[in-house]
Every structure is written in C-alpha cells, then in structure tokens.
C-alpha cells in the first residue's frame, strides 16, 4: 500500500446496516472511502471524487444499482473503474443484469472480509495496470505524433532534395508508391547540359527512414554532377564511393540508371543488383538488360566499374526501369508479377498507354488486397522522342544572383595523362556559370564545349573516324579503337581558351581549341547546307545551327566558336 | 451461548470486525430496521408494490449480513410472494415479521451489552 497512493472506493448502499459494515470492511484494508445511498448519489459522488473501485448496491430506491452503473460507464471512457455489485441476489438473470449494466464482479451477502479484501486487492492490481498501459499508449501516441511531425518536415526537406528532376516531361511515364511517409526507392531524371537526359532509379535495402537518408546524398550527387556536365560513368561511380563509405555494411542500393541521348537515339545504361531493364524495340521485339554489377555502396572505388552498355534506341522505342517491388504485385487472379511475363505482354503488345495502365491496374489490385505485405514499387517508360521535341520542353532555371564574371578569359591547356583521364567539360561549364544570365543557356554553351573538345581529341588528336559510329558494331570498334590511341598518346596537348564579354543584348562567349594533331580538310564541309551525313562528323551543322560563327584556322586544329546570346525578355521562361 | 434465530459465529466475527463500533451498530441495524418495517407496512396499505420489494430485499439483505438467519427467511418468503404479485396472500400486519424482529432486537441489545 505504501509506495501507491491510497486507493479510493465509493460504496453505494441504501441499507445503513449494511453501509456501516462494508464502509468498516473497506477501511481496514487502508482505502478510503465515500458513502451514497442511491443511484442518483453514486453519480453524484462520481463526478466530485473520482473513485478507483465502486461497489455497488443492487436494489436501492430511486435509482437503483443497474441504472447507475451503466451511467457511470459512460462517464468513465477510456478509464477503467471496476463495479463490483453488492448483492443478495443470486439467480443467473440477475447477475446477467449486473454484468450487461457494465458490472465487473459480484459480492453476495453476507460479506466475508476475506473475500472483499482479495476482490479489492485484484481489482486494485487491474487499476493500476490499467493505468500503466493507459500512459504508456498515451506516451506512445505523443511520441508517434512527434515523430510523424518530424517526419513531415524532414519529408519536405527529403522531396527538396531528392525532387523528381525533369520526370515530367512528355516522353516520361512513371509510378511511385512509397509505403511510408519515406520511400526506399529513389526515382530522379535530369536534364544534361548537353541536351540529355540521365534518368536514376535506386531501390535501397529496406525502406522508410533509414532508406531516405541514403537516398538524399544519391539525389545531391545525381543533380549536381548532371548539372556540371559530368557523364553517366563518372557519376555512376561518385555516388557508389559516397554510398560505400555512409551506409553500414549490408545496406546498400540496387539501381539502373539509364543516359539518353536524343540526338544519337542512343542509350547508355548501368544496371546493379535490379531487375532486368527491358528495351521495347520499334520491331517488336523486347531486349532485357540483365544486371552486370553488384548494387551501389558495397565495393570501394577501386573495385567498382561503372562502364555502361550502350545501344541504339530509336524515336518511338521505349526503355522500361523497375524497383523489386514490382514482383510484389499479383493480378486480378492473384498470379504474382512476373518480370518474364511482363516481357512476354510488352511482345505482343504495341500501344504504350496500354502497357501502362496494364502495370498500373496490377498496382492497384495488389494495395487493395495486400497492403500490409508489399514493398515500394516504382516503375518508369521512357520513350525516345525526336532532339526538337525534347528541346522545346522548357526547365525552369533560378537565376537569383545577377552580379557575376562578365568580362574575362581563360585558357586551360590538357596534356597526354590529362587528356586521357579528365573529361574538362565540367570544369568549364563551371566557369561559363559564373555568368548570370548565361545558365539559361547552359545546354548550347555545353553543346559547343563538347563538340568542339570531342573533335579536337577524337578527330584532331586520336584521327577517328566517325563514319564508324553509323552502326552498332562500329560505335563499338570506334570506341575500342578510341581507347586504344588514348592510352598510346604521347607528346600531344589540347588547349581549350574561353573568352567572355558583355555587350548590351547579352553577351558573347569565344571558345578555341587547339590541338597539336595533324588537321583536316575544313573546306570540304559544306557548312551551309547540313546533310545527314554530316551528323556524325565533326557536328559542324550543330554548330552551325548553335553559333553566331564556326571558323578553322591553320590546318584545322584550331577551331574558334562564337556564341553569342541574349537576355531573356520573358520572365516566363527564366 | 445458544441462538437459534442468530448464527452465532458470523455476528461474533462482526463484533469482533466492528469492536467499540458493534454497539453503535446494534442500534444503528435495529432503528434502521424499524423504519423498513414500518415503511413496508406503508407500502402493503397503499400497494406501492415495487417500493415494497426493495424495502423487504434491503430488510433481507442486512439480515443475512449480520446472520439473522430466521428474519432473513421469512423476508425471502414474503419478497417471493411480492415479486410474485400475489400481495393478497402477504399479512398487512407483517406479523411473523415483526415477533421475530422483536425477539432478535432484545438477542442483539443483550450481546451489545445496550
């Protein structure tokens, strides 16, 4: 008794006699007391004392017993106030009565001390169980609240970071279903400067929380690196070393992770620990793109290899990505999603909308029967559109800081190791961004830097020819044979000079590359009238289009671009 | 000590539970008892039939709390008969009630030593 506070018992009992010797009862077993004499009483005392046990008289005038009881029930609520009636009645209806009035348990007379002390004593014990859980359900729903509040702030945060990049543009179709306020898949697109696209889908080990704090980083990454210009491979392999050294062992991200390249029709693709990626090709068929690496965030840097497959994807044809939650998914006869049968539907079926809400559909029917045991499932269709499409679809760009590098030059010149081992794009396009207003413009400058820096080394140092890169076999051939000449170089340098200055419409960026190889015939190249031909070649009608001028000087291993652009009138488009 | 209308042991225990307050109690039962009689009698004469059973279950009731086994009887019977609505078969003068209620009164006053 004394390590609780006194427990308080109301009795309510209409005969006096009877009050006087359960009040006595009930006193010498420490509680204290309170005295009605009728239902109306009881209630009464009830409200002003807030009792702990009640026993209750049965039978009593005004109101009796019955009436009581199931008044005080309503009044107690969550509250768990045992009603122990007092009676002499002991027929089975009447003590149906007294249980359907809310009672707990009986008491017969004549009163046994024994008997009332071991009825108070466990029915004290149920109280204060009771109550224990009552505060520790209570603590636990303030705790859930606090941690659903917080998990709504860091939630904004997370979609802030981890936003859905350019997944809304028209070529794009996809469907995320987190299970929680956090999802354990990662789903971002961006566009790249150079007129791309990388589109990143990361299914982490597990899901919620711990999930989503693996995730932010991938998305930092992601869109930062896309943004500077860098290539799939390079980033691919950033947010593998990020992973491998934040996450614990045994979490790790299974990923695709597909580059598009609209003016190429061609894809780029890495695939780790996740389900096949599946081709839908113009001609039927279907190409799966079975995972070649282990998931991101377990090998060192060393050891990781982020070399992608790359292939021809032409307008029309569409690449299908999937987080492993979609074998989860059971259809209309609960058959489970099978990754094969998907591929199996997609052969004999042409109409994109269709296969689509195919998928969708199996989504739905599977929440609706299975909620609790299904993992996120995110899926994208990503269709090869024509460059023009693509490029009319604008991106805001923030542009908040209007002081910058306006007038200035550069000139940063790349030896053999150098050459081989660091793709300069980033760096410059770092450095062309400093230039408010010319972000804006961030695609063409990388566009011009690329082709330029491509030609310069590809053409004017290596000798390439691009006519190889007219078939499938041939990119691969070019790009062995690229390899080949970049390991053997010697004695060669490749000097990238950019010049920027301000005139009142905008302004005008002078990129030169130099390079110490042999030259080309730069008067061959019709520059006026662009033949499909010509694509491939050194991208002079790109240039051309992009340009204010083109010009080759020496023996054509210096090529001077001018860009020239200007400020944008409609606040619309910034 | 022999009583044949009081169980013995059950109001020795209550004296014993009750020590200096068992006098108190004594005279406290029988006024109390008393009033329910004299209110049953009220009650039969102007047929407030359901006030009647209470007031016999609650004469009954501290009958047996305090063990007066007999009185306790013939209540039982007579809240059988009322529950049963045969009033007319109920003495309007309660008569076995009241002889036995009288010498249950003077059992009790001699033990509380009033």
């Known amino acids: 008794m004394s390590e609780t506070p006194q427990l308080k018992v109301l009795i309510t009992e209409d005969n006096i006699a009877d009050c006087l010797i359960i009040n006595k009862l009930v006193k010498d077993q420490g509680y204290q007391t309170f005295i009605a004499h009728n239902g109306f009483e009881a209630i009464d005392l009830f409200v002003k004392e807030k009792p702990d046990i009640i026993l209750m008289d049965a039978l009593m005038p005004k109101m009796d017993g019955f009436e009581a009881a199931k008044r005080i029930k309503l009044l107690v609520g969550d509250d768990f106030v045992p009603i ?3 009676t002499s009645l002991n027929d089975d209806i009447s ?97 790249k400067p150079s007129g791309g696209m990388i589109v990143f889908l990361g299914d982490f ?30 980033i691919i392999s950033e947010i593998n070393q ?117 998928i969708l559909e199996q989504e739905k029917l599977s929440f609706e029967r299975h909620m609790s045991n299904i993992d996120d499932v995110t899926f994208v269709e990503i269709q090869m559109i024509s460059e ?28 053999n190791q150098t050459i081989r081992d660091f793709n300069p794009i980033p760096l410059m396009l770092h450095i062309t961004m400093e230039v408010p207003e010319l972000r804006v413009f961030n695609n063409d400058v990388c566009m011009v830097l690329s082709e330029l820096i491509t030609n310069g080394i590809d053409h004017g140092l290596l ?35 950019l010049r920027h200055l301000p005139d009142a419409a905008g302004g005008m960026l002078v990129i030169r590359v130099v390079d110490t190889g042999e030259g080309f015939d730069f008067n061959a190249i019709d520059l006026d009238i662009p033949k499909a031909s010509q694509m491939s070649g050194r991208g002079i009608p790109l240039l051309t289009r992009l340009c204010e001028s083109i010009v080759y000087e020496g023996n054509g291993n ?16 910034l | 000590m022999s009583i044949e209308h009081l169980n013995e042991a059950q109001i020795n225990e209550l004296a014993l539970m009750l020590g200096d307050e068992f006098p108190e109690f004594v005279r406290t039962f029988v006024s109390h008892s008393e009033d329910l009689i004299s209110s049953l009698k009220k009650q039969l004469n102007t047929k407030d039939n359901d006030a009647f059973v209470i007031s016999i279950h609650s004469l009954k009731g501290s009958c047996r709390n305090i063990g007066a086994e007999l009185l306790a009887d013939h209540c039982l019977q007579i809240e059988r008969t009322a529950r049963n609505d045969i009033f007319a078969e109920i003495d309007p003068e309660l008569v076995s009630i009241c002889e036995e209620f009288n010498r249950l009164q003077a059992t009790l006053l001699k033990l509380a030593r009033i």
């Open chain 1, 84 to 86: 122990i009636f007092l």
């Open chain 1, 95 to 191: 003590l149906v009565s007294c249980l359907e009035a809310g009672g707990d348990d009986f008491l017969s007379k004549p009163y046994s001390s024994i008997v009332i002390a071991a009825k108070i004593q466990a029915f004290k014990r149920m109280v204060i169980l009771h109550r224990t859980v009552q505060t520790q359900r209570d603590e636990i729903t303030r705790r859930n609240e606090h941690l659903l509040q917080e998990q709504k702030i860091a939630k904004k945060v997370f979609d802030n970071v981890a936003h859905l990049g350019c997944l809304g543009a028209s070529n794009i179709k996809h469907l995320l279903s987190p299970m929680s306020v956090f999802n354990g898949d990662v789903l971002l697109a961006s566009r």
């Open chain 1, 205 to 234: 080990t597990g899901h919620g929380l711990p999930a989503a704090i693996g995730a932010m980083p991938v998305a930092e990454i992601f869109y930062d690196l896309v943004a500077k210009g860098f290539g799939i491979e390079k």
């Open chain 1, 242 to 358: 990020k992973l491998n050294t934040i996450l614990p062992i045994g979490f790790f991200c299974c990923a695709s992770i597909v580059d598009i390249n609209y003016s190429w029709e061609r894809i780029k693709l890495w695939n780790g620990g996740l389900l096949d990626v599946l081709l839908k090709k113009n001609n039927g068929n279907v190409h799966p793109f079975k995972s070649l690496y282990l998931p991101l965030g377990i090998l060192p840097a060393e050891e990781f290899n982020a070399e992608c497959i790359e292939c021809d994807m032409k307008v029309g044809e569409r690449v299908y990505l999937f987080s492993d939650g979609i074998v989860d998914l059971k259809d209309s006869e609960d058959k489970e999603f099978s990754l094969n049968g998907f591929a199996e539907y997609l052969l004999i079926n042409n109409d994109p909308e269709e296969v689509f809400s195919h």
């Open chain 1, 388 to 415: 023009d499409v693509i490029s009319n679809q604008h991106e805001l760009v923030k542009n908040s800081d209007l002081r910058g590098a306006r007038d200035w030059s550069m000139s940063f010149e790349m030896f």
């Open chain 1, 463 to 497: 000798g390439l020819d691009s006519q190889l890169k007219n078939s499938a076999d041939g990119f691969q051939q070019y790009y062995n044979l690229r390899n080949e000449r970049l390991n053997n170089l010697s004695g060669e340098s490749l000097n990238i000079s």
């Open chain 1, 558 to 573: 210096t090529a001077e671009a001018v860009y020239r652009w200007k400020k944008m009138k409609d606040n619309n488009l």
